[in-house]
């Protein structure tokens, strides 16, 4: 017998809903302040630079609701037995690895004198428990039902929806973001992690995503929407992880748990979500905002684009950040 997670949506505690927007309200404008000092893109363009500068409305909802790709998911029956697994994980490790170093100290005790006094004869509970301990974590990998959710190529815990056939630059595509309580509350209880933490780690997302397309640079230009609807799903979403990220580490002071549940989700998600990775750890936040600037100037919509042009930034700016060190 299968459970669809349609049902387990369907089940999520109605309160999950007000958690939902009491962080939403809290965390709204801080986000989006962040976001605007990480990546120098506002939704006001300069009227200095761009006369016909305009706001760019991004309203947020919160609702009940969840992605179509969502709908046709399905667990085995035995999803009970690793839902409460996940609970234990932390025990799981922690019995796998004890167990190791029992066995290693059997083995150092029994080559002493008088050994039957101070360890069992046989190592054989320790290999038991350490073995018990790895077939389920074994089988936690293996049935994660949090990576089967996020396996889905989309944004399943909120998403960014704009008119995607936009050609002109300095134009304003009409665009929204949905928070998807429930899907909030469900993940958030496989994971462990607080329903306000995950939220703001959702809202910072789905604004990354508007910030990168819709924000204006400093001449005013935005991303038109239909190239960016065009774009690799890798670049949309490496830039929005990279900004988000950069977002929560700005605001830890604020709301400490969102980086934690940042990182723990990260671990679960599918590999554009790990686009980048590398920009974070190997090259200077100038580099990317130029190498950004650059493929949205030109239509650029393919990853490697942006890395060709992300390799060249961060060769000009090495030297200029080397003369500050």
């Not at 950004?292 to 030297?319: C, H, T, Y």
């Amino acid at each position: 017998m299968t459970i669809l997670l349609s049902h387990l949506l369907d089940r999520v505690e109605p309160a999950v809903e007000a958690q939902v927007k009491r962080a939403l309200s809290r965390s709204r404008t801080v986000v989006r302040d962040a976001l605007r000092t990480e990546c120098r893109l506002a939704m006001r363009s300069s009227d200095e630079a761009d006369e016909r500068g305009t706001m760019a409305q991004v309203p947020i909802e919160v609702v009940p609701g969840y992605p179509v790709a969502l709908a046709s998911i399905s667990f085995e029956d035995d999803l009970r037995h690793v839902l409460l697994l996940s609970r234990f994980r932390m025990a799981l490790a922690q019995a796998a690895a004890g167990a190791t170093g029992l066995i290693e100290l059997h083995g150092e005790m029994r080559r002493l004198p008088n050994a039957d006094r101070w360890a069992p004869e046989s190592d054989d509970a320790f290999r038991e428990t350490r073995d018990w301990a790895t077939e389920m974590l074994k089988r936690l990998a293996e049935h994660d039902p949090v990576g089967k959710v996020l396996a889905v190529n989309e944004d399943i815990l909120g998403s960014y929806g704009y008119d995607a056939t936009g050609t002109e630059e300095f134009g304003v595509n009409r665009a929204s973001i949905r928070l998807y309580w429930g899907v909030i509350g469900l993940v958030s209880e496989w994971l462990g992690c607080a329903v306000e933490d995950l939220t703001v780690v959702v809202l910072a997302h789905e604004l990354a995503h508007a910030y990168t397309q819709l924000g204006a640079d400093i001449e005013g230009r935005r991303w038109p929407s239909g190239a960016f609807s065009r774009a690799e799903t890798d670049l949309k979403e490496g830039l929005a992880q990279y900004y988000t990220e950069r977002a929560l580490q700005r605001l830890q002071t604020r709301f400490p748990g969102a980086i934690t549940t940042f990182a723990t989700l990260l671990a679960k998600q599918p590999e554009p979500y790990h686009r980048h990775e590398p920009w974070a750890s190997d090259v200077s936040p100038e580099a990317v905002r130029r190498a950004m600037i650059e493929v949205r100037r030109w239509n650029e919509g393919r990853l490697d684009q942006f890395e060709s042009r992300l390799k060249k930034a961060s060769e000009e700016f090495k030297p200029l950040n080397d003369g500050l060190l």
